[in-house]
């Protein structure tokens, strides 16, 4: 359990949580198609690297 600040609405600050989490969602969501090329970009440099 987090420390309760003065002047802060416990509900509001679920809302707001839970809104942030959907947006991590969703950017996580939209990057997830890019993750095969970014592993293979990483690869092939690190192929490259080593004689």
Known sequence: MGARVGG???A???IVGILCAGVVGSLLWFAFPAG???I???GD???QLSP
Request: charged share 20%.
């Open 12 to 14: 509001i600050s679920w």
């Open 36 to 38: 095969p090329a970014v």
């Open 40 to 42: 293979e970009m990483v």
């Open 8 to 10: 802060r609405n416990l």
């Open 45 to 47: 440099s690190l192929r």
